[in-house]
Nanobody, 122 residues
């Protein structure tokens, strides 16, 4: 069983910063990539940032220069973080952690966390 747990969401004023973290656990054989997606009310879920096992990063145009994704594999724990600076009201959404991985006994697929709310408002 794979668990993906996000933390770090909340309410922040425009121009402020937040750091999201995502911790994974379970019988994970290999991870191809981890990333963050977001979904605002009435919108489709969209990619925010992604990092591959090789360290290649990919960002949505709307967050380039403001958000930074990083990944750690310390102590057999795979975590991914998203540092969000210069936040704007348009960044308001539920943010979901994603893991593209091979889990023991299963073919490669995407796994999702339950999401964490980020609200940017004065």
């Amino acid at each position: 069983q794979v668990q993906i747990v996000e933390s770090g969401g909340g309410l922040v004023q425009p121009g402020g910063s937040l750091r999201l973290s995502c911790a994974t656990s379970g019988a994970i054989f290999s991870i191809a990539a981890m990333g963050w997606y977001r979904q605002a009310p009435g919108n489709q879920r969209e990619l925010v940032a992604k990092i591959t096992s090789g360290g290649t990063t990919n960002y949505a145009d709307s967050v380039k220069g403001r958000f930074t994704i990083s990944r750690s594999s310390e102590n057999a724990k795979n975590t991914v973080s998203l540092q969000m600076n210069s936040l704007k009201p348009d960044d308001t959404a539920v943010y979901y952690c994603n893991m593209d991985a091979w889990v023991s006994g299963a073919p490669r697929r995407n796994y999702w966390g339950r999401g964490t709310q980020v609200t940017v408002s004065s």
